[in-house]
């Protein structure tokens, strides 16, 4: 079984952190998120992955040297211009040769989704495509898909009124696709999969969805980037906090809930409160950093206060004594 991968988007609401480096390479306890969601899917017996690329292409090229990604082999599949979620993986599998039944997922989604039982339901129904379904409290802010008891989708029902909305599953970006899925995307153009080829799919009745009560968080935004990486403490850990290698820690710190990258260091007299600090960080003395992220390479100078959810890019300098509360620190000139 072969999966395509979109790792292409430009991740703009997780500026300014993905000015250096793409969504998908940020990591989850050091290690890049696309690799955590490649390892599940090894475990699984899913290593033939297609990367759908635009973005950066290259710094995927270097994370995974030799086309190896946590044992699965990788093709790369770069487009010209973005082609939109549908257009991206009918290029994919067009470039890629997948001429059967095939995965295709987002890649900024962290999930330990059964992909197998998703094959299964995907089998038995015939289906064109089967996608995967996630609850969520509020569903004004997302498209919902309503099924019938036989799982096959009824519409794609964009931002609902939370009162009208017939149900709170929404499309959890996980989907088993057969070729003549990819045969309905026009060429040469940004096509949406949600808006323009399932709702025609659906027309066809040839849509079926389940909803698999699996771990889903999608991190593209800096809340959700930080929830995903406090989530994995809690799963991987049992809660504490994540140190990476190399981390060197000086006296009279307090540490509480938080990830440091390998290679960071933190000062005497710094207070780190559930926060990401991204590899090659430096902390000065005495800095708080609460609920925060900061990028690779960047120092956080003396007795500075960052707090609900500021967001620090790569490789930048945070004044001593500055205080920042729900800033974004970018690069000069962008
Ligand atoms: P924002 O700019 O913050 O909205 O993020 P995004 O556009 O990068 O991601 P979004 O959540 O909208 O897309 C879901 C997945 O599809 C992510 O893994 C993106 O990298 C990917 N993606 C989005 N658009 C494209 C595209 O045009 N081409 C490719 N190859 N991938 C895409």
């Not at 969504?23 to 696309?34: A, E, G, N, T, Y």
Request: hydrophobic share 45%; aromatic share 6%.
């Amino acid at each position: 079984m072969r999966a395509v991968i979109l790792v292409g988007g430009l991740g703009t609401r997780l500026r300014p952190l993905t000015y250096t480096s793409p969504k998908q390479l940020l990591p989850v306890l050091d290690v890049p998120m696309i690799e955590r969601k490649i390892a599940q899917l090894v475990a699984q017996g899913v290593d033939d992955i297609v990367f759908s690329m635009g973005y950066r292409p290259d710094t995927f090229l270097e994370a995974f040297p030799g086309d190896v990604c946590a044992g699965a082999k990788l093709t790369y599949v770069v487009e010209k211009t973005p082609l939109g979620t549908a257009g991206a993986i009918a290029f994919a599998a067009r470039e890629a040769g997948i001429n059967e039944t095939f995965l295709a997922m987002n890649g900024d989604t962290l999930t330990d989704l059964d992909v197998n039982a998703l094959l299964a339901m995907h089998k038995v129904s015939g289906a064109e495509g089967t996608i995967t379904l996630t609850p969520v409290d509020d569903p004004s802010r997302f498209g919902v898909v309503p099924t019938e008891d036989d799982g096959r989708v009824i519409a794609f029902i964009e931002k609902p009124p939370r009162d009208e909305a017939p149900t709170n599953l929404i499309n959890a970006g996980t989907y088993v696709l057969e070729p003549s899925f990819v045969d309905r995307v026009p060429e040469g153009r940004e096509v949406s999969i949600e808006r323009e080829i399932f709702p025609a799919v659906v027309a066809d009745k040839a849509l079926f969805a389940g909803h698999f009560d699996r771990y889903w968080l999608d991190i593209g935004t800096p809340e959700a980037y930080l929830q995903g990486n406090l989530d994995a403490i809690d799963s991987d850990l049992g809660g504490g906090n994540f140190l990476g290698a190399g981390v060197s820690v000086h006296g009279n710190t307090t540490i509480h809930r938080s990830i440091v990258g390998h290679g960071s260091s933190i000062s005497a007299g710094a207070t780190l409160r559930e926060c990401v600090l991204l590899p090659g960080v430096v902390v000065e003395e005495g800095a708080v950093i609460e609920r925060s992220i900061v990028g690779e390479f960047s120092r956080v100078g003396a007795g500075a206060r960052l707090s609900d959810l500021t967001v620090v890019g790569g490789n930048l300098t945070v004044a001593a004594l500055a205080t920042l509360n729900a800033e974004k620190v970018s690069p000069a000139g962008i």
